[in-house]
Structures are given as structure tokens and as C-alpha cells.
């Protein structure tokens, strides 16, 4: 039986992740991302503005995968399934997933968040939504079942995707990482794929390889939470406010956050529309009850009063907010531009939870975010973090587990993709014949 990968999105670049998986003559997509350094120009603190977009629009500056590229595969299209909630993986959701006839399935989590980004930007789509929980699986159709496997990212409920057909099994890993001591939700489901390896029936795994060229493991979350720890409550902060910024995704990160927040005696304020959309998501989930201890705020508005009020007990508060990447309408940047009615002054502390996404618009925005910081005196704490991608040692463990029969390295460009392929020929695979670096709108035919 003939499988076909078509490269839609997030083979030229980072972001934009769209695969569709033909086999036979059924199709299933993997993921329908936005490329962010594009949709910029429509985000308020952090969050897309529809502001009329629809899918040529973003199509013409390049801001989500061109799918014209599988147009005669349309009517075959089974699924749209989504491997976790990050935007560069789902927020083209709302603007292209109603030319395809099918479910969408996601995590609770994952589906979620996705309900609200359609809700917040007055989008209705007419697919309907299948949750599936993490080690569960579906059947799709009579020769195609999805199966859900736990992994750990930096968001919950994050999972590869295991696509079984009779000419074997593909493994969509878009993002992951291999942390055995997790601040929330499970490890990884290490004992599935080392079955699924053992089996011999693995076709192909199409890998995360933003950051395989560190010759490392990914740390755990919880070396996160022991830096947080160190800066938080090991630094002089007495009479100055304090700002730690982070994904508002990072419900794990949050959590240690708030707990560290607690114990400095601080009242917590979360600020962003985005941290409302994913904390709100997870507690409407139980998933977690940061409101019991945290005023959450996602009102521009509302968020400008509370910082008034901040502003003038400024020692008492933790600010939590957007804005890590120095986007520019998120509430960090905001407050540095003297857009609200809060000054810093010298002596306060920022802590940037995070990294930067390593592109040129996220490293201009952030450099210039940290540039007034340094201006008025702020003590800028950075890289208080660790990543939730894989690293190499990550990736040879799970090529390693699966023994899959091709390896399609995804998510970067040419000179992100290169890393984990060349590992791949280190581990026995030729380049070309079995492990294959792909661009967007590419199309490949695996032999199984």
C-alpha cells in the first residue's frame, strides 16, 4: 500500500507545522499552525485579532500553511489531528479547517483552548471535535485508528501521534521532550514506544528537531522550578516590584510560579488575555485551581486598574504577564512603552521565564523590550528556564525506541532540520534513501 507525507508547513521554517499522511486513498493532517512572526501585526497581548482575516489574507503574507499543495488530496482528508495546543501548531485551525469534510481531534486540553480562540475571535467552524485522552485511540475509519501517546512539552496534555494503517504505523512527534519528573500531568509513555519498536511495524516518525543540534538532554521542569526557586526567594526584593513573565501556556511553569509567589507573601496577579485563555482552560478542565490563590485578569482594561492600584503598593504584588518574547502588544512591552499606569523603578526585578524563540522578529522584539528595562534601572533576570523540546540525546533515544524505517526531521529550516538528520546517518540511515530533509510543499512516497 502506497504512503505518501506531503510537508505543507514548518519544513522552511519554525512554526507553521502542517503534515498530511496519505495512505492508500486516505488522508489524515497533523496540526494546522500559525507562523508567528507573521501574525504579529494582528496579536494583542498575545492573542490573534481577527480583524476580518480570513485564509487568503494569510495565505498572501505567509502566516499559515499553504495547503493548495494537497487540493486534489481534499475530499480524502479523514482527520484533522492535533498533537498539542501551541498556536504554531493550531491557530490556522479557525481560518482553514473547514475546507476539509472531517473531525478534529485533540486532548480535552488541546480542544479546549482551541474552543476559546474560536469563541474569543467570533470564528464558527462546522467540524465536529473528538476529544481523545492521552494512551487512548480511536478508530477512524475501517483500515486507519489514531492513537494518542503521553508526552511531556511545556503545555499539558501533549501527546505523539500514533497513525496505525496496514501498511504500518507513522509517528507524528511535533513537539516533545523526555522528562521523567514532570510538575504536572504523566511521564512519558516510554513503555508504548519501546512496543511499538518491538513490534517492527513503524514506518516512519516525523521528529521535532528545533534544537537538535544541542549535543544534550533536555533538563527537566523541575530544574525550571529550582531555578525559579533560587531567584525568587534567594534575591533582595523588599520594597520593589517584581514581574516574571513566561508562556502563558506553561501551565507547569504557572504552578511553580504561584507556589514560589506564595511563599514570598506576595499577592499574585495574573495579566494577559492569553494567560486567561489558558489558565482558564485548564481549571474549566480541572486540571488545575490557580483562581483560589491568583487574581487572574485578561481585560485590558481591568488590567490597567489593577496596575494602578499595584503601583502604589508595589512590594505587595507578583505580577505574572505576557509579553517573554517582547511581542509588542503584549503587557510587558507595554508597560516598559509607559502605556499603563505603572513605573518601573531601579531596583525592581523582571524575570523572564523563557527563551527566545529563535527568530530574528522575537530576538529585535526582545532585545528592545530589554534595552528600556536597562534604561530604568530594572534587574533583568533571563533564561530561567529550560526547554520543552527534545535535544540530540532525546532524539537518539526515541529513533532508538521506535526503529522507525524512515526518520523526516520537522519544525525548522534547512539549517534546523540538518542536525537530527545527520544523527539519523550516525545511527545507520542513509540520507535520501531512508532519512530525509523535506521543504514545504514537498511530497515523498516511503516505501513500507
Request: some cysteine.
Amino acid at each position: 500500500m502506497k504512503v505518501e507525507i506531503c510537508a505543507i508547513g514548518g519544513y522552511s521554517e519554525v512554526g507553521k507545522n502542517m503534515t498530511a499522511i496519505k495512505v492508500g486513498n486516505e488522508v489524515i493532517i497533523c496540526d494546522m499552525g500559525f507562523y508567528l512572526p507573521e501574525i504579529i501585526a494582528y496579536e494583542e497581548e498575545g492573542e490573534v485579532v481577527r480583524r476580518d482575516l480570513t485564509k487568503e489574507k494569510l495565505l498572501n503574507i505567509n502566516a499559515i500553511p499553504d495547503d493548495r499543495v494537497i487540493k486534489e488530496w481534499q475530499p480524502y482528508v479523514k482527520a484533522i489531528v492535533l498533537g498539542h495546543c501551541h498556536l504554531d501548531h493550531i491557530g490556522a485551525v479557525p481560518y482553514m479547517a473547514k475546507d476539509y469534510k472531517c473531525p478534529i481531534i485533540g486532548t480535552p486540553y488541546t480542544l479546549e483552548v482551541l474552543k476559546t480562540i474560536l469563541r474569543d475571535e467570533r470564528i464558527n467552524i462546522p467540524n465536529k471535535f473528538k476529544p481523545l485522552n492521552v494512551n487512548a485511540r480511536i478508530k477512524i475509519s475501517d483500515k486507519i485508528s489514531i492513537e494518542f501517546i503521553n508526552a511531556t512539552h511545556s503545555t499539558l496534555q501533549v501527546v505523539m501521534i500514533a497513525i496505525h494503517t496496514p501498511a504500518g504505523t507513522i509517528v507524528y512527534a511535533n513537539d516533545y521532550k523526555f522528562d521523567k519528573h514532570p510538575i504536572l500531568g504523566k511521564k512519558p509513555n516510554y513503555a508504548r514506544l519501546k512496543e511499538l519498536g518491538r513490534s517492527g511495524n513503524v514506518i516512519a516518525v516525523i521528529m521535532d528537531a528545533l534544537y537538535s543540534d544541542a549535543h544534550m538532554k533536555t533538563p527537566s521542569e523541575k530544574v525550571a522550578r529550582e531555578m525559579l526557586n533560587e531567584v525568587m526567594l534567594g534575591t533582595e526584593n523588599r520594597g520593589h516590584a517584581v514581574i516574571v513573565t513566561t508562556f502563558a501556556s506553561h501551565i507547569a511553569r504557572l504552578k511553580s510560579i504561584i507556589d514560589f509567589g506564595l511563599r514570598m507573601r506576595r499577592k499574585i496577579v495574573m495579566l494577559g488575555r492569553s494567560m486567561h485563555k489558558y489558565v482558564s482552560a485548564a481549571e474549566k478542565l480541572n486540571l488545575v485551581r490557580f483562581t483560589k490563590d491568583v487574581e487572574l485578569i485578561g481585560r485590558s482594561k481591568a488590567a490597567k486598574r489593577k496596575l494602578e492600584a499595584i503601583s502604589k503598593a508595589r512590594d505587595k504584588y507578583l505580577i505574572v504577564c505576557t509579553g517573554n518574547q517582547g511581542e509588542p502588544n503584549a503587557m510587558l512591552t507595554r508597560i516598559t512603552r509607559n502605556e499603563m499606569p505603572f513605573k518601573f523603578k531601579p531596583g525592581d526585578q523582571v524575570i523572564f521565564s523563557s527563551r527566545i524563540i529563535p527568530d530574528p522578529a522575537n530576538m529585535a522584539n526582545r532585545a528592545m523590550v530589554e534595552e528600556r528595562l536597562s534604561r530604568m534601572g530594572v534587574r533583568i533576570f533571563k533564561d530561567i528556564h529550560v526547554s520543552g523540546h527534545a535535544s540530540r540525546e532525546d532524539h537518539r533515544d526515541l529513533i532508538t525506541m521506535l526503529k522507525p524505517k524512515h526518520v523526516i526531521p520537522a519544525h525548522g529550516d534547512v539549517d534546523k532540520l540538518t542536525p537530527l538528520a545527520k544523527l539519523a546517518t550516525e545511527m545507520g540511515y542513509v540520507l535520501g534513501k531512508d532519512v530525509h530533509i523535506m521543504r514545504d510543499g514537498q511530497l515523498i512516497e516511503l516505501e513500507s
